[in-house]
């Protein structure tokens, strides 16, 4: 397998994490989104329709959307299963992804930012105030959830799920991006167990071949 990544794209972090949980090789290509690589004809015409990363190869078959990825994934390589297939099980852990997935990362991706910056012309406090609003809205919705269904050292139970995979990336970036997490404490329980799991911790952007600092 291929997979076409970007070492702080949080939806490519989500992938690296889910093939390090399934302990699957694959070939690391690097596609530098602030160069603007994701919209080159060549990715675009010949790897991934949807202009993004990640995306993943597997023989001739190709995927984008982080999501669709690791659900691919999970149906090819079901151990260890990521999506539950016990019915309220994996509508919690659904639930909780779609959070992050949905209602937080959409508007606080890159794409997103330069749009603030380079189109509406937004100062940097403006950007940054965006930025920490809707993290701060989506992590109060997640510690809720977390609150009121979460149990064991991960979102849901003693071992790793789509949840995870999907709230680390995003608590990563947020604290990168200098956001006040503490009062999040579920949450950042969860993260702090993740980020010394092998896995997780092989995942890293820090630990990828296109890490700059």
Request: hydrophobic share 40%; charged share 20%; glycine share 6%.
């Amino acid at each position: 397998m291929q997979l076409y990544s970007f070492f702080n794209s949080s939806t490519s972090y989500r992938v690296r994490i889910a093939l390090a949980l399934k302990g699957l090789p694959y070939d690391y290509l690097p596609v530098n989104i602030r160069k603007g690589q994701h919209h080159e004809a060549e990715y675009v015409e010949g790897i991934n329709p949807s202009a993004t990363v990640p995306a993943l190869v597997d023989g001739d078959f190709r995927l984008g959307q982080s999501l669709a990825i690791i659900d691919y994934l999970d149906a090819r390589h079901p151990v260890p299963r990521l999506i539950p297939l016990e019915t309220e099980l994996r509508a919690r852990v659904l639930e909780l992804t779609s959070v992050v997935s949905c209602d937080m990362h959409p508007v606080n991706n890159l794409r997103i930012l330069r749009y603030l910056e380079d189109v509406l012309k937004v100062t940097p406090e403006q950007k940054s105030a965006w930025y920490r609003h809707w993290i701060d809205e989506g992590m109060a919705a997640v510690e809720r959830l977390l609150a009121r269904h979460g149990r064991g050292r991960w979102c849901f139970g003693d071992a790793p799920t789509l949840a995870d995979v999907a709230l680390v990336p995003q608590v990563a970036n947020a604290l990168r991006m200098g956001c006040d997490l503490e009062k999040f404490e579920r949450a950042m329980a969860v993260y702090t167990h993740a980020s010394v799991h092998p896995a997780f911790a092989q995942a890293a952007p820090g630990r990828q071949p296109d890490f700059t600092a």
